[in-house]
């Protein structure tokens, strides 16, 4: 049986993204939040551990931000259930059977802060990197994901994504071949374009965001009162 709608489908051909609740069992979901906290050695009910960054994560304080670059929790991977795989195949149109869950994902943690709000830069995925190590065609991942593992709050550290600019960035891609050999130089020059106005995308525990190649988002500021626990995948597709 499937488990997206055509309308489903259509969202994510033309605007890039699509947001989905319930592809993960909470029960599921919870048993990952629980094991994010103890990745991170933190006490979800006292706030003063929270700034005890583990030695085995990557801390980036200016961005409130703790990651793990190869997380293999049994717990946070059971998170990629049959659901959620079956789900990317349908709005792909790529063979199920080729489609597997990840056996290591990246953590990125986002803590609360008494800074102003504000989003970060916008971007996408490969962009950013100014060793220019990707190139622009052909691309390594057709779709990437964040599974996000608690309870997302308005302004509380959630992802801004930018509808419909998979298209725009890739016409600016294939624009000019020569121009634009690594995805640098085509992030560089978004500012060449019109990327129109962001959407705050507000996630619950177990909600799993699928985005394509090109799509503009960004990071935010979490001054919130909770962290925001998500995981980020890339799809070989």
Same mark, same amino acid.
């Given at each position: 049986?499937?488990? @997206?709608?055509? $309308? ?66 049994? /717990? ?37 802060? /008494? ?20 190139? =622009? ?15 997302? $709050?308005?302004?509380?550290? %959630? =992802? ?7 298209? =725009?960035?890739?016409?600016?891609? @294939? ?10 130089? @085509? ?6 374009? /019109? ?10 525990? %177990? ?15 979490? @001054? %919130? ?10 799809? =070989?597709?």
């Amino acid at each position: 049986m499937s488990v @997206v709608t055509d $309308e489903q489908v259509e969202q994510f051909r033309r605007e890039g993204h699509i947001l989905f609740s319930g592809l993960i069992p909470e029960e599921v979901a919870r048993c990952g939040e629980a094991a994010m906290w103890a990745l991170l050695e933190m006490d979800p009910e006292d706030p003063e551990t929270w700034s005890e960054v583990p030695d085995h994560a990557v801390h980036k304080p200016t961005r409130h931000l703790v990651q793990h670059q190869n997380c293999a929790a049994p /717990d946070i991977l059971a998170c990629y259930t049959d659901e959620v795989l079956t789900a990317l195949s349908e709005l792909t149109g790529k063979d199920r059977g080729k489609i597997h869950s990840p056996k290591k994902v990246l953590t990125q943690n986002v803590f609360p802060c /008494d800074e102003p709000w504000s989003h970060s830069r916008s971007h996408f995925d490969g962009g950013t990197n100014r060793w220019k190590f990707n190139d =622009t065609f052909p691309i390594r991942y057709g779709v990437h994901s964040i599974l996000y593992l608690s309870d997302g $709050e308005p302004h509380g550290g %959630g =992802t801004f994504g930018w509808p419909g600019t998979h298209k =725009t960035m890739r016409g600016l891609a @294939v624009s000019n071949p020569a121009k634009y050999p690594y995805l640098y130089e @085509v992030n560089s020059d978004m500012h060449l374009v /019109d990327i129109g106005e962001p959407v705050e995308l507000v996630a619950k525990c %177990g909600d799993i965001l699928f985005y394509r190649n090109f799509f503009v988002h960004a990071g935010s500021r979490n @001054v %919130g009162a909770r962290p925001r626990f998500a995981c980020r995948h890339g799809w =070989t597709l």
